[in-house]
T-cell receptor, first 116, second 118 residues
Framework: AQTVTQSQPEMSVQEAETVTLSCTYDTSENNYYLFWYKQPPSRQMILVIR??????QNATENRFSVNFQKAAKSFSLKISDSQLGDTAMYFC?????????????FGTGTRLKVLA | ETGVTQTPRHLVMGMTNKKSLKCEQH?????MYWYKQSAKKPLELMFVYSLEERVENNSVPSRFSPECPNSSHLFLHLHTLQPEDSALYLC?????????????????FGPGTRLTVL
């Protein structure tokens, strides 16, 4: 069975600094997708970044980038130049497509606080 | 706003009540999802609909009954719930590009309904 582990329940970072959130997963699948979602306090969950497992190149979205290590089953999120608006819960998620075998599994989340 | 709305935003109900949660998406998507978010636990995928057909049901108790009358609306009917069912219920939608095989496209989440069962 697939599992997603986020080992850091809470983290804090100074504004303008860089922070890395860790995520590991366990699967025997070869075709899957990985996501980082952000859930600000009392606001809707939104996608931060996604990575296709078949792509070796790490995904980037502006200040957000991932370090995808497929063999190690690691998918960490790096936030550069942290901003106060980055304060949120961050969830790592694993998705395996396919009808009847579809899986979308989330980690328990990391609460990130950006300090002024 | 992500284009996915949920009503009500808050709901308190007794164990013998019957209520429904509503989700509506304005994004032209054709796949919709129900999740349960409990404190200290990962989000749990409950149901998946693609092209208005239920394609996944992750061992959810029968006291939760989903309904998808069209591609823009998704309901979760609740009856005889238990206190442990108290949680944030999130709806999401996505574009299914795989003809019912469940898309790999990004999911867009609603704000959730905070449910409390007394």
């Amino acid at each position: 069975a697939q599992t997603v582990t986020q080992s850091q329940p809470e983290m804090s970072v100074q504004e303008a600094e860089t922070v890395t959130l860790s995520c590991t997963y366990d699967t025997s699948e070869n075709n899957y997708y990985l996501f980082w979602y952000k859930q600000p306090p009392s606001r809707q969950m939104i996608l931060v970044i996604r990575q296709e497992a078949y792509k070796q190149q790490n995904a980037t979205e502006n200040r957000f980038s991932v370090n995808f290590q497929k063999a190690a089953k690691s998918f960490s999120l790096k936030i550069s130049d942290s901003q106060l608006g980055d304060t949120a819960m961050y969830f790592c998620a694993f998705m395996k497509p396919g009808s009847g075998t579809y899986k979308y599994i989330f980690g328990t989340g990391t609460r990130l606080k950006v300090l002024a | 706003e992500t284009g996915v709305t949920q009503t009500p935003r808050h709901l308190v109900m007794g164990m013998t009540n019957k209520k429904s949660l509503k989700c509506e998406q304005h994004l032209g998507h054709n796949a919709m999802y129900w999740y349960k978010q409990s404190a200290k636990k990962p989000l749990e995928l409950m149901f998946v609909y693609s092209l208005e057909e239920r394609v996944e049901n992750n061992s959810v108790p029968s006291r939760f009954s989903p309904e998808c009358p069209n591609s823009s609306h998704l309901f979760l009917h609740l009856h005889t719930l238990q206190p442990e069912d108290s949680a944030l219920y999130l709806c999401a939608s996505s574009r299914d590009t795989s003809s019912g095989r469940i898309s790999t496209d990004t999911q867009y989440f609603g704000p959730g309904t905070r449910l409390t069962v007394l």
